[in-house]
């Protein structure tokens, strides 16, 4: 029944039933008596902002009547993901870098154990050993420093970002940006050159599109 699926969903989200009734526009009570199956939206402008919200189709709020419930789940012994939502900054180059495009009113939203602070898209070819593709949502957790090998998301020339493995070399003064792709050389950066180098934060993880 519906009153189930919107109670599983609501659930899966963490989310209280006033929460819930403040993102979609109307009452708790409201919300309530859907749960209860007492009452059913009262139109598809509804099913569709509840179906939007937790990326499912209208089809699966309608006719979905048999689904599954939590205990049908862990019965089964099938896996449930936990959402999280991560703030978007933009496009970021698997390439050459490409000016920073901070878009911070998109949010993506994925599994609630990922430890990270925001996402970018990937965009380009060169992390394609890392297994990130063009399009991939890469997920990063803030930080000033990465361990040598470990793939970041670095700020160059104050103003360009990019995604490569970065090792630095104290004893030379020279960080190295690598791609994952024979074809990119190297970005090398010395001295003075250093302190247009700026970590934003280490790659944690990614989401790739089944292609």
Same mark, same amino acid.
Do not use: W
């Given at each position: 029944?519906?009153?189930?699926? #919107?109670?599983?969903?609501?659930?899966?989200?963490?989310?209280? $039933? @006033?929460?819930? @009734?403040?993102?979609?526009?109307?009452?708790?009570?409201?919300? =309530?008596? *859907?749960? $209860?199956?007492?009452?059913?939206?009262?139109?598809?402008?509804? !099913?569709?902002?509840? @179906?939007?919200?937790?990326?499912?189709?209208?089809?699966?709020?309608?006719?979905?009547?048999? =689904? /599954?419930?939590?205990?049908?789940?862990?019965? !089964?012994? +099938?896996?449930?993901?936990?959402?999280?939502?991560?703030?978007? #900054? =933009?496009?970021?180059?698997?390439?050459?870098? &490409?000016?920073?495009?901070?878009? *911070?009113?998109?949010?993506?939203?994925?599994?609630?154990?990922?430890?990270?602070?925001?996402? %970018?898209?990937?965009?380009?070819?060169?992390?394609?050993?890392?297994?990130? !593709?063009?399009?991939?949502?890469?997920? %990063?957790?803030?930080?000033?420093?990465?361990?040598?090998?470990?793939?970041?998301? +670095?700020?160059?020339?104050?103003?360009? %970002?990019?995604?490569?493995?970065?090792?630095? *070399?104290?004893?030379?003064?020279?960080?190295? !940006? $690598?791609?994952?792709?024979?074809?990119?050389?190297?970005?090398? /950066?010395?001295?003075?050159? #250093?302190?247009?180098?700026? &970590? #934003?934060?280490?790659?944690?993880? /990614?989401?790739?599109?089944?292609?």
């Amino acid at each position: 029944m519906f009153g189930e699926i #919107l109670k599983d969903l609501r659930k899966r989200e963490g989310l209280s $039933q @006033a929460e819930l @009734a403040d993102i979609l526009g109307i009452s708790k009570s409201a919300v =309530g008596m *859907y749960e $209860q199956n007492k009452r059913s939206p009262h139109s598809d402008d509804l !099913l569709k902002r509840i @179906a939007g919200y937790f990326g499912v189709t209208i089809d699966y709020l309608k006719d979905f009547s048999g =689904g /599954f419930s939590s205990a049908d789940f862990d019965r !089964l012994g +099938i896996g449930r993901i936990s959402r999280k939502r991560f703030r978007m #900054l =933009g496009k970021i180059a698997c390439g050459e870098p &490409i000016m920073c495009d901070e878009d *911070y009113e998109t949010t993506v939203q994925t599994e609630g154990d990922i430890q990270a602070d925001f996402c %970018v898209t990937a965009q380009g070819d060169s992390m394609i050993n890392a297994r990130i !593709l063009d399009g991939d949502i890469v997920f %990063v957790r803030e930080q000033s420093m990465v361990e040598n090998g470990e793939i970041a998301v +670095i700020i160059v020339n104050d103003d360009e %970002v990019t995604l490569k493995r970065f090792y630095y *070399y104290p004893e030379n003064e020279r960080v190295i !940006l $690598q791609a994952e792709n024979p074809k990119y050389q190297p970005m090398v /950066f010395e001295g003075e050159q #250093l302190g247009h180098i700026r &970590i #934003l934060g280490k790659a944690v993880a /990614f989401n790739s599109k089944i292609r």
